[in-house]
């Protein structure tokens, strides 16, 4: 029914996508330094119900659809950009936060309640249209011998999120294990800026493409 000779170049391939940072990489690590491991597993669950979600998508043929209709590609962008710009928005806003607040570490090791990191990062991947763009472009390269083009998607599909977790597992530790330092208030500061100014350069980027 599928054909799982593929698997071994698919998940080789996928590792070359996987570990190239992102958007929601970047929120990940901003999560898991800002609030520990929980807030970082938290936003490692938000993508992995996102990636599951435009695996749907790709397996029920609908992100296909959507990717020959340029309206709907158009609004998936649109959303994509104010997310990014959104999230910007947010670390901006933290680090003029942090730039007010006393020199001390312990006002900067907690995330803001107003931060949601299953929320963020799940919106973060679902309107990211170069996720969907990825999985219709990738996915179909491996379908192999395969007699059903389903199950061999929905095998690649639980591949790749079993790949992106064990990337993302190590991350989140070794990112909490760093706050330390990255809660000092001047890199604190600097990391909010920073992040800000990757969201938003994504968010040129990915307006370019309209």
Request: hydrophobic share 60%.
């Amino acid at each position: 029914m599928v054909d799982t000779s593929v698997l071994l170049p698919f998940i080789l391939s996928s590792l070359v996508i996987i570990l190239s940072p992102g958007a929601d990489t970047f929120l990940l690590l901003r999560f898991a330094i800002r609030g520990g491991p929980r807030a970082g597993f938290s936003a490692m669950f938000g993508i992995l119900v996102g990636l599951s979600l435009v695996s749907l998508l790709l397996i029920s043929g609908m992100g296909l659809l959507i990717s020959q209709v340029p309206l709907a590609l158009g609004i998936v962008n649109v959303g994509g950009i104010a997310v990014l710009v959104m999230l910007a928005g947010i670390s901006v806003r933290a680090g003029i936060g942090l730039l007010r607040a006393p020199s001390t570490v312990e006002q900067v090791t907690t995330v803001s309640t107003k931060d949601k990191p299953f929320r963020l990062s799940l919106v973060t991947n679902v309107t990211n249209p170069k996720v969907l763009i990825f999985y219709l472009a990738f996915f179909p390269q491996f379908l192999g011998e395969a007699q059903s083009a389903i199950l061999q998607l929905t095998l690649l599909s639980v591949a790749f999120l079993m790949v992106t977790v064990v990337w993302l597992v190590p991350l989140v530790y070794a990112a909490s294990a760093a706050r330390s330092f990255f809660l000092k208030p001047r890199v604190a500061i600097a990391m909010e800026f920073t992040v800000a100014a990757v969201f938003l350069a994504l968010a040129i980027v990915l307006a370019l493409t309209l």
